[in-house]
Every structure is written in structure tokens, then in C-alpha cells.
């Protein structure tokens, strides 16, 4: 064409057009489908958050319809309302959801680490352990990828088999669960293993431990990092190390809100070791006044029914009768 000769007409296709244009707009096409792309990317992504907020929605409907469920025994307005406490509504709901078949098996695996932490608070350690083998199994049916959860579920049943004195199991299960924990889950793993060590008679190898978890407690709410305290002043108290283990105490009770109700049972548990570390220091009758204001208050705290009530009592008795 250019040479003035003779040329052979292409046949004006929409391909050949298409691409002619594309070849001759070439930033123009290219920015058009950037904008495209992101219009997509928008789109599905806000499909994707209405579709997990309408989850979250249904779950929380959920849960707020179990717990009612808990304590339907002490309505009022029934035809004839129960007293139920906290404890029995726990049980009962721990019954019912370790025998349901849920159409939702990360939801009911939820509910039952939460039960199971109940448990544990009122020292139920063999309820706990068969809530988390439990939600261990729906987690692991329902297919879905949540490593949190499974974190706190393979920790939550590694404390309950440490609570129940089976320490090679929790040895074993911490030694094959490693790869499961995450975040502030990696360094309670490390205290259970201190704590283990320590009932198993390796206290060298157990206070290296706790110190090194209590020295990097910056991911851990303040319950456990009283734990971690708490634990490293047992070791201390095991190796005659009275004064370390009463200041480890004082510590973790220092970190504690007397006016939070989640505090109580811990910053109680504390006060009475505390009162042990005492009389272990030659001061018995401080001690023992300790107690007997302790012994008080954890029954008007906590109930006579609480697994703590007996133990108080009975270090009650034995420091007054040292007396």
C-alpha cells in the first residue's frame, strides 16, 4: 500500500478488528481492563463478607438461643421455675451437646470449648476432657480451616490430662500437637510442659522452663500469665526455695483485679499458697489467720460446693492446729 502497488483486501472480520483496535488503543484497553479486574475483585470479595457476616449472624443466633436453652429451668414465668445454678445448667448443656448430631460441626465444636473451659473452672477435668475429644472430632469432621480452634482444643485437652495426673500422656500429646499451636497457644504449651516436668520430679528442667515463658508473657491475658507465676513458685516451694516461691505469688496476685469475678477463684487459689509459702517461712500463725479469713471468704465467694471450699478447710485445720 505504502509502495503504491497493488494490495489484497483483508477480509474485515471481528477478530481482525478487534485486534487492530486492541493494537492501536493498547493503554487505553490495558487500563479499562485493570478497572474490570477490580470491579471483580470488589465484587467477590463483598459477596464473600455478606456471606461469612451471614455465618457469624447465624451463629450468634445461635449460641444466644443455647444459652437461654441453659437456664430455661429458672424462668419465672414457667409453670414451675427451678432454681438452677450456674454448675447444673453447665452439666446439663455438656450432656446434651456431647450426644447431638449438629448440622453445623464447627458451630457445636465452638460450644463445646467453651463448656469445657467452664468445666474446667469448677475443676470437672474428666467433663472437660471429653468436651474437647469431642470438639476435636467435629472440628476435624466438619472440614473447615480454623487453626485457632484447633489450637485451643489440642491445649485444652493436653491441661485436662495434666489435671488428671496422666503426665506421659500430656508429654506424648504435647510432643505430637507442637505443630498445631499458635500464637499465645506455643507458650501455655511450654508452661504445661514446665508443669509436668515439675510433678514428675525434674525441677531443674522445669524451672528452666517457667522462666523462660515467664520472661516472654507479652501475648498472654493476665489470667495465665498468673498461671505461669503460680506454677513457677510451686517449683520453688518443691525446692525449698521459700522466700522465691512466696514472691512469685505476690506477684501473680498483684496482676489480678479483686473486683473482676473471673479473677476471684485464681487471686483466692493464690492467697491460700501464699498462706502455705508463710508457714513454710516460720511465720504459722500469721498463716493460719490467712486462712481462716480465706476459708470465709471462699465460701461466700465460690459456695461450699466448690472443690476449693474442702481444700481450704482443710489447710484451715492443719495450720491451726500447728498453732
Not at 149 to 174: H, V
Not at 311 to 318: F, I, P
Request: proline content about 3%; hydrophobic content about 45%; overall charge neutral.
Amino acid at each position: 500500500h505504502r509502495e503504491h502497488r497493488p494490495v489484497r483486501a483483508r477480509r474485515q472480520t471481528r477478530g481482525y478488528v478487534l485486534r487492530s483496535f486492541m493494537a492501536r488503543h493498547r493503554l487505553g484497553v490495558a487500563m479499562t481492563l485493570a478497572v474490570l479486574l477490580l470491579v471483580v475483585v470488589a465484587v467477590v470479595s463483598a459477596l464473600g463478607l455478606a456471606a461469612r457476616s451471614r455465618e457469624y449472624a447465624g451463629r450468634t443466633e445461635r449460641l444466644l438461643d443455647e444459652v437461654t436453652e441453659m437456664f430455661s429451668s429458672a424462668d419465672p414465668y414457667a409453670p414451675s421455675p427451678k432454681t438452677t445454678t450456674v454448675a447444673e445448667a453447665v452439666d446439663r448443656a455438656t450432656d446434651r451437646f456431647l450426644k447431638e448430631q449438629s448440622s453445623d460441626p464447627q458451630f457445636q465444636a465452638r460450644m463445646l470449648v467453651n463448656l469445657a473451659e467452664m468445666q474446667r473452672r469448677s475443676e470437672s477435668h474428666e467433663r472437660m476432657l471429653a468436651l474437647l475429644q469431642r470438639a476435636g472430632e467435629l472440628a476435624d469432621a466438619g472440614g473447615g480451616d480454623d487453626p485457632q480452634l484447633r489450637s485451643r482444643i489440642a491445649l485444652g485437652q493436653i491441661d485436662a490430662l495434666f489435671q488428671l495426673g496422666r503426665y506421659d500422656e500430656a508429654i506424648t500429646a504435647l510432643d505430637q500437637s507442637a505443630v498445631r499451636f499458635i500464637g499465645a497457644d506455643r507458650v501455655l504449651a511450654a508452661r504445661i510442659r514446665g508443669d509436668v516436668l515439675s510433678e514428675q520430679g525434674h525441677l531443674d528442667a522445669a524451672l528452666q522452663i517457667l522462666r523462660e515463658v515467664s520472661a516472654d508473657m507479652s501475648e498472654l491475658p493476665v489470667l495465665e500469665r498468673a498461671e505461669v507465676l503460680n506454677s513457677l513458685a510451686i517449683v520453688y516451694s518443691r525446692q525449698r526455695n521459700f522466700a522465691a516461691e512466696l514472691a512469685s505469688y505476690r506477684e501473680a496476685e498483684a496482676l489480678l483485679d479483686p473486683a473482676l469475678q473471673k479473677h476471684q477463684p485464681a487471686l483466692l487459689r493464690l492467697r491460700g499458697n501464699a498462706a502455705s509459702a508463710l508457714a513454710s517461712l516460720g511465720h504459722p500463725a500469721e498463716a493460719a489467720d490467712l486462712f481462716v479469713a480465706l476459708n470465709t471468704e471462699v465460701v461466700a465467694k465460690l459456695g461450699r460446693d466448690h472443690p476449693m471450699a474442702a481444700k481450704v478447710a482443710a489447710n484451715t485445720a492443719v495450720m491451726l492446729q500447728g498453732v
